[in-house]
């Protein structure tokens, strides 16, 4: 890895020491810079959870990914910067389905430090900026919304409130068991065919914008996030390639195509 490249790509200068503030600088500006998307997929590309073949992708080629692959590279980061970080396992719960995902189906980033265990992921469209601690029952208030932990037994469950007090809606449940990358080969092919995956049924690009708001390109839409404020611009398919471009810095390669359908709920629900 060349983590100059790597900080170079994310828009990060400042120290590179393992502390808290070099983590919660980092994890911003991540999330600033590169797009949470499924655009490969629909370019028939293949994704292979290979760091060499990431890192040449998000970094080198200016692209996003889903969750394996930016958790994968920003772990491999954090790793050589000498922070004491592990992947740990998760299941989303579908906001078009209602449904929790296959085992595995998430990857988040757990990091030590000074006492603290912190939550990190840059994989995933509608979470934190900043890292989570982990800590229950405690609402932690940031730009992009309000985060609540509950436990039950040995999983953890990520909580979005949109008003203080309020029960919110779960994101996604998590256990602490340390995985390595290649653990979730099964799931990334799963998540690149499946038709109750919305990486398969929806092509799509998202990147978090400063103060808490959000751009989404989905299928033929361009949609503005910004708290409650929310706008929706129709799209050609021959305006995709240019909105990509020019609002998430990213070009294609070979053939492109956009795709909006229905989610299929899984077949049952373990």
């Not at 080629?61 to 692959?69: A, K, M, S």
């Not at 000074?114 to 840059?122: F, H, I, K, N, S």
């Not at 799963?190 to 929806?202: A, G, M, V």
Request: proline share 5%.
């Amino acid at each position: 890895m060349d983590t100059g490249h790597y900080l170079q790509r994310i828009g990060y200068r400042g120290p590179t020491q393992p502390s808290l503030e070099t983590l919660c600088h980092l994890h911003p500006c991540h999330l600033l810079s590169v797009p949470f998307e499924s655009l490969g997929i629909h370019c028939k590309e293949l994704i292979v959870l290979d760091l060499p073949l990431l890192y040449d992708k998000i970094i080198r080629r200016h692209r996003g990914g889903f969750c394996f692959e930016l958790n994968g590279l920003f772990l491999w980061l954090l790793q050589v910067l000498g922070f004491d970080a592990k992947a740990v396992a998760g299941r989303v719960r579908n906001r078009f389905t209602g449904r929790y995902g296959p085992p595995l189906d998430h990857m988040v980033i757990l990091v030590q430090l000074d006492g603290q265990r912190l939550l990190c992921d840059v994989g995933f469209g509608e979470g934190f900026m900043e890292p989570l601690e982990l800590k229950l029952a405690t609402e932690q208030v940031q730009e992009g919304g309000i985060f609540w932990l509950d436990l039950t037994g040995e999983i953890w469950v990520l909580q979005r409130r949109e008003i203080s007090g309020r029960e919110g809606r779960p994101l996604y449940q998590f256990t602490l068991e340390e995985k390595k990358l290649d653990d979730f080969t099964s799931v990334c092919l799963y998540h690149q065919t499946s038709p109750s995956s919305i990486f398969t049924c929806k092509s799509f690009c998202s990147l978090h914008k400063e103060n808490g708001g959000r751009l989404t390109y989905m299928g033929w839409r361009l949609i503005s996030t910004m708290g409650e404020k929310r706008t929706e611009t129709a799209l050609q398919t021959s305006e995709i390639p240019a909105v990509l471009h020019e609002k998430f810095g990213i070009k294609l390669g070979g053939d492109f195509e956009p795709k909006d359908e229905e989610i299929l709920p899984p077949l049952e629900e373990e």
